[in-house]
């Protein structure tokens, strides 16, 4: 990215070479594990279709899959089953043994030759740790323009082109970005930052089939084994409705506990501010911003941080957002909904108490039936 | 074992403000600092210069004043550093980026081949996490990306095994050097430098690389001209309306403020109330 401090003085039209006129269309790369596709790839679909419309073009969803043994396909085209219902008009089917778990050599191969038998004009992924690795290697391997972490794209009615919007300076600034005589013009965006589309359940679409060329012999990095995250013990952050989080003006670990009481009685998820999860008090998994998860709750609650740009951009997402400080010039009051200055060790047992009355008072009204 | 880590200098992005009236960036006073996350990279490749010795040089393009950075990671322990500045290179994105520094590298390589090169996972300025994907494309290296631990190194059969954070897992992945890798944060803990060292940073020469030195072949391909993507627009985000709502009482006790806040939760946040009738 140019230095965003010198923005071009005018809007430059983008004049398209002729042999990238023919670039048409709008891709989102399909990305699944364990049989499931991954959210960030539905909320693409639902982006890329208002681009699709816009563009008055087809949306694809683009699966690549292991090819499985005696043939049994199902599995793949479950996950094209999923991305038309999310939107896709169509799906780009890869299946290969090469492209069982993720490397970067032959899904690149494999991307970078769709892309350049069918040429769409926007390719979208999500910014996985898969979906950037691919992004960047595919991207310089077509030699075109890659803008990351978006958190807005739109069309140009001018010129078809993709108004990529991203922060920069760490959140305190955002840019639109635009690809000039290039194509596709790529771009990834983080798991949580587009809505969840709404499914519509038996919708369809048609597949388009592609071979890969490629051998397990001419691939150089071998995956020797996949530790898989405990899936119990990883928190689900980036989906969780309620979040209580800490930072480190909870003083102590041992004050930690506060907060998993208070979400323990909210059936919250824990968050954390990037100096508690280096001091130990808690594990990566938990922690909240830019260099952590980034989360869309229907309610955050932080305690005793104070609000940092790089927590910010993790959170800001949230529908409401409560803050206790000790510090009333805290600048996590600029950005929260509500705000309550004062000891969060005190604060903290207060709400947990006044929550747990308020959830038991609610299930004594509520109904046996509704329960049910 | 030759290791060449890629560093960036940025503006330390947690002291930027925004000015309240102007909306513009104030960036009057704001230090620049070594990219933090490419400190783990140079960690990495410290560590390994300690296990297998060799040399570890450290490469950035930039303006003139990222010398400023290089000293730094002198003083951290690196052998040589490289700065690769020309007028000609302004203006680049990543894509433009990844071609000068990936030039600049086979140069170095020319001198001692190149075993592993580092970058960091991504920069706090630029932010892509692209760059180093790019630079091992262009030199068709083997692509090693969030590496959170290098498990072993072979240098007899060239052979390197490390983990790697993926979606749902750790992957362990063995592969071929010359390899490019990049270091996820908090992998290891960056040393403090030593006095020889810190003596030795003050005083030693920091190459500069001009276009030509960098060995770049085709200037159509760096700078402005060969980027890509261009920034169209730079503005502030729109503030949320006002401040939080403060939750306060006059010798309130703890509990008559959160009674409160609840009060004010239910009547602003109907959403916030449904979510906490599906718990009760
Ligand atoms: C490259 C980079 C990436 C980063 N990524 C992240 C990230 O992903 N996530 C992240 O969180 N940070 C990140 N940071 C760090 C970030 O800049 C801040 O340092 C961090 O968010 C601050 O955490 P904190 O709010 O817990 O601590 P502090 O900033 O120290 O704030 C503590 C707050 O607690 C208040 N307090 C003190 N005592 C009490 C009390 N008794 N009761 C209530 N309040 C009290 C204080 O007034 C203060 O506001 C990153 C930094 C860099 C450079
Ligand atoms: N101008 C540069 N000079 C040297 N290394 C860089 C430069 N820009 C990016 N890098 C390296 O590439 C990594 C990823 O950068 P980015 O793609 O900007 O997020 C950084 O952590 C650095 O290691």
């Keep these: 990215m140019s230095e965003p401090s010198q923005p071009a003085k005018k809007k430059r039209k983008v004049v398209l070479d002729e042999r990238l006129q023919a670039y048409r269309g709008v891709w989102v790369f399909i990305e699944h594990e364990r049989g499931r596709v991954h959210p960030v790839s ?13 563009l008055g073009v087809e949306l694809a969803g683009v699966v690549m899959a292991e090819a499985k043994l005696g043939g049994d396909e199902r599995e793949a085209r479950h996950y094209c089953q999923v991305a038309f219902e999310y ?81 920069t300076f760490g959140g305190s600034l955002l840019c639109t970005i635009v690809t000039l005589n290039y194509r596709p013009q790529m771009a990834t965006v983080r798991p949580r930052v ?102 869309r709750p229907k309610l955050y609650i932080a305690a005793g941080i104070s609000g940092a740009i790089q927590h910010r951009v993790g959170m800001e997402g949230a529908d409401c957002i409560v803050a206790i400080n000790s510090d009333p010039e805290a600048p996590i009051f600029d950005f929260a909904h509500f705000g309550i200055v004062g000891d969060a060790t005190v604060i903290l047992p207060a709400l947990t108490e006044a929550f747990w009355m308020k959830l038991k008072r609610q299930a004594a009204l509520t109904p046996q039936e509704e329960t049910a | 074992m030759h290791s060449v880590v890629c560093i960036k200098q940025v503006p330390d992005s947690a002291q930027i403000r925004v000015h309240p009236v102007t909306n513009t960036i104030m ?29 570890v040089t450290v490469i950035s393009m930039g303006p003139p004043q990222a010398e400023v950075a290089l000293r730094k990671t002198l003083s951290l322990g ?46 706090i300025d630029g932010d892509t996490a692209q760059v180093g994907p790019g630079i091992a494309r262009r030199m068709h290296l083997q692509l090693l990306t969030y590496v959170s631990r290098i498990v072993e190194i072979d240098l007899d059969r060239r052979e390197i095994v490390v983990e790697r954070r993926a979606e749902g897992g750790v992957q ?30 003050a005083r030693q020469a920091v190459t500069h690389w ?16 060969g980027s890509p993507t261009i920034v169209s627009k730079v503005f502030t985000p729109t503030p ?41």
């Design chain 1, 42 to 54: 539905l909320e693409l679909l639902g982006e890329g279709r208002k681009l699709a419309d816009a």
């Design chain 1, 87 to 167: 939107g896709a008009d169509l799906c780009y089917l890869m299946q290969s043994d090469v492209l069982g778990e993720y490397r970067n050599e032959p899904y690149t191969r494999a991307l970078t030759d769709l892309v350049n038998t069918y040429q769409p004009e926007i390719l979208l992924l999500g910014a996985t740790t898969l979906g950037r690795d691919l992004a960047g290697s595919v991207a310089t391997t077509l030699n075109t323009g890659l803008t990351a972490d978006c958190t807005e794209l739109a069309i140009d009615p001018d010129d078809r082109s993709l108004l990529s919007t991203r922060p």
């Design chain 1, 194 to 295: 587009m809505a969840m589309p709404e499914p519509q359940p038996g919708r369809t679409g048609r597949i388009v089939e592609h071979g890969l060329l490629m051998n397990e012999a001419d691939i150089v990095t071998k995956v020797l084994d996949f530790i898989a995250d405990d899936r119990r013990d990883q928190p689900q952050l980036p989906f969780a409705d309620i979040i209580v989080a800490g930072g480190r003006g909870l003083g102590k670990p041992e004050n930690f506990q506060l907060v998993r009481d208070l979400a323990k009685v909210l059936g919250a998820e824990v968050g954390a501010s990037r100096p508690v999860v280096q001091a130990g008090w808690i594990g990566a998994e938990h922690q909240v911003g830019q260099s952590g998860k980034t989360v």
């Design chain 2, 27 to 55: 960036r009057q006073g704001v230090p620049a600092i070594v990219n933090p996350y490419d400190l783990f990279a140079l960690e990495e490749a410290l560590r390994l210069r300690d296990r297998f010795g060799g040399r």
């Design chain 2, 78 to 123: 690196a052998d040589d550093a490289i700065l690769v500045t020309d007028k000609a290179f302004a203006g680049a994105d990543t894509l433009a980026t990844s071609y000068a520094l990936a030039a600049a590298i086979r140069q170095i390589g020319k001198e001692l081949p190149v075993d592993l090169v580092f970058t960091g996972k991504q920069t």
């Design chain 2, 172 to 201: 362990v992945l063995r592969t071929r050097m010359p390899a490019l890798v990049t270091m996820l944060e908090d992998s290891n803990r960056m040393r403090f430098g030593s006095l020889p060292d810190m003596l030795r940073a």
């Design chain 2, 210 to 225: 001009d276009k030509t030195a960098a060995g770049i072949e085709d200037v159509t391909r760096i700078g402005l001209k």
């Design chain 2, 240 to 280: 949320r309306s006002q401040r939080a709502e403060m939750i306060a009482i006059e010798d309130g006790s703890a509990a008559d403020l959160a009674a409160a806040l609840l009060a004010r939760l239910a009547e602003r946040f109907p959403g916030v109330e449904k979510e906490l009738a599906k718990r009760s």
